[in-house]
């Protein structure tokens, strides 16, 4: 009787099996993980757009914005989807599952070069954003005041790029979607002052802009979130196709909503004048121009960790 009752008192009772790091549960609520996904998604392409309206027309462009926004939600949520009946974690893996391991190269690939361009895109921005927003104060700025402005920009958005966890970027996200909606309100305000210079009409005039397929790749490009789409995935708590597809909608609306309005306020105030980033229109010496440049540049700043996370994802694949 001994040993019988030695082995039962060595026996795990109701031990539950190890978790592998790829079947932990995620941190974040379907809000945050829509606000995170919507700073990935609301990036350097929004200032474009009023000029893409110039091109396709303000009814037409604005129709094609909400369509573009919602077959994103459609695609990345079909990705998912997808992926959970594939028992793939990653993009890299469904392309795996579909294309073998050359699709899963091919994409993993791609994303990292995509996301290292999309990193590197934002900085350049923020420098000229940055150059001009100090020309209000300075006629004259130092020779290499722009390369300065740069690196400060890296060092500052090094921290949260070194999170283990990307839950962990939803208070910067909250700042940089607040930041593009007070932008938002800065460009609607200076239409209000400024005057309408764009045309309502539902189709752009043939001499005023390059025509709809000209625009369709600056929608298009403006909701690009398919690369970030799993690693905001698996953040989520209680992940569930059906439960992402709210922080989807979520994400999506509100990107939708902002360009919808930045893009119309921006392309009614200069009209056939509007130039290929709209903050470059306004005066130097404006108060809220001065203003909007600032905000976009914080939101250039905290647009960086998203397309890191992204390229350590696939380089970790």
Known sequence: AAPLLEDATEAPVNEAPEQTPEEEDGRSTILGVGI??????VGSGIVGLPAALKDAGLGLGCFLLIGM???VHVVVVALVRDAELLKATSYGDLAKAALGSVGEVLVCGGQFVFDVGAALTYLIIFGDTAVSSVEFFVAKPCKHLR???VAGAGLAALPPCLLRDVSGLEGISLLSVAAVFAATGVVISELCTRGQKGTLAITAPSDEGRGVVAALGLFAFAFVCQDSCFLYYRSLKQRTPSRFSKSTGLALGSSA???VLFSAAGYLTYGSQ????????YPIKDIRALIARVLY???MVFGIPSSVFVCRQAGHA
């Open 36 to 41: 995170n996904l919507a700073n990935a998604i």
């Open 69 to 71: 926004a919602f077959t």
């Open 147 to 149: 390369l300065i402005c």
């Open 257 to 259: 909503l902002l360009c």
């Open 274 to 281: 509007t130039s290929s980033n709209i903050l470059n229109d």
């Open 297 to 299: 540049a914080i939101t």
